[in-house]
C-alpha cells in the first residue's frame, strides 16, 4: 500500500466553484498533515498544516482532517485561475512503520480552474 | 531576501562527471533536507540533517553525498552521474521536523 495517495487528476473545476482534493494514507501514528502547492516550473509552497481533527480555515482554503479514517482534504472556496496548480498532499510520518521520521509526500492532483 | 537558496538553477552535464549543488537557508532553522523529483513529479526526500548531523539517509546511491558545513548549509555532491539521475533537486529546511520550506530548486540534465 502506498504511504500517501491522492487522485493524480486533473481536476478541472470552473472559476468560483468550490475545488476539493482528497488524500489518504496508511501510517495510522502520524500526526502532521501538509498541503502545498506546486505552480509548473516552481518549487513546492505550504498552503495550509493540519493536526488535529476536524477542520482549519484560512481565506478561501480549509483543510480538512479524519484520523480514524486516515482521510485529509483541502477545499479551495471560489477557485480562481490563479489556483491553477499542482496541490502535493504531505504526511509527516510517525516513524513506527519501520520506517523514519520524515515527510512523505503523495504524487499530486493537478487542478484546473477554468475562466 | 530569498530563504532557501540554490545554485546552480539549472546543471547540463555529461554522464560520468562529478557535480555539486549547493543549498543555504537563512532562516535560522536547524533542519536541511534534500529532494528529488523525478520525471513524473514524484517528490521524494533523500537526506535530511539537524545542526549539521546526518539524521535521515533514504535508499540513495552512495554516489550521492550530502556534506553540511554549518547548519545554514547543506550541500549535494553527485559522483558519476547517470542518465536516471537527471531530475529536479529541491534543498529545503524546517524549524521543527515537518513544517518545510523548499528552495527554487536545481534542474539537473544528464546527457
Known amino acids: 500500500q502506498k504511504e500517501v495517495e491522492q487522485n493524480s487528476g486533473p481536476l478541472s473545476v470552473p472559476e468560483g466553484a468550490i475545488a476539493s482534493l482528497n488524500c489518504t494514507y496508511s501510517?495510522?501514528?502520524?500526526?502532521?498533515f501538509f498541503w502545498y502547492r506546486q505552480y509548473s516550473g516552481k518549487s513546492p509552497e505550504l498552503i495550509m498544516f493540519?493536526?488535529?481533527?476536524g477542520d482549519k480555515e484560512d481565506g478561501r482554503f480549509t483543510a480538512q482532517l479524519n484520523k480514524a479514517s486516515q482521510y485529509v482534504s483541502l477545499l479551495i472556496r471560489d477557485s480562481q485561475p490563479s489556483d491553477s496548480a499542482t496541490y502535493l498532499c504531505?504526511?509527516?510520518?510517525?516513524?513506527?512503520?519501520?520506517?523514519?521520521?520524515?515527510?512523505?509526500f503523495g504524487k499530486g492532483t493537478k487542478l484546473t480552474v477554468n475562466p | 531576501d530569498t530563504a532557501v537558496s540554490q545554485t546552480p538553477k539549472y546543471l547540463v552535464t555529461q554522464m560520468g562527471n562529478d557535480k555539486s549543488i549547493k543549498c543555504e537557508q537563512n532562516?535560522?532553522?536547524?533542519?536541511m533536507y534534500w529532494y528529488k523529483q523525478d520525471s513524473k513529479k514524484f517528490l521524494k526526500i533523500m537526506f535530511s540533517?539537524?545542526?549539521?548531523?546526518?539524521?535521515i539517509n533514504e535508499t540513495v546511491p552512495n554516489r550521492f553525498s550530502p556534506k553540511s558545513p554549518d547548519k545554514a548549509h547543506l550541500n549535494l555532491h553527485i559522483n558519476s552521474l547517470e542518465l536516471g539521475d537527471s531530475a529536479v533537486y529541491f534543498c529545503?529546511?524546517?524549524?521543527?521536523?515537518?513544517?518545510?520550506?523548499f528552495g527554487p530548486g536545481t534542474r539537473l540534465t544528464v546527457l
Open positions: 493540519i493536526y488535529s481533527n
Open positions: 504531505a504526511v509527516y510520518g510517525s516513524g513506527t512503520q519501520g520506517g523514519s521520521e520524515k515527510l512523505v
Open positions: 501510517d495510522r501514528g502520524s500526526q502532521s
Open positions: 540533517y539537524n545542526n549539521k548531523e546526518l539524521i
Open positions: 532562516l535560522g532553522h536547524d533542519t
Open positions: 529545503a529546511s524546517s524549524p521543527s521536523t515537518d513544517t518545510q520550506y
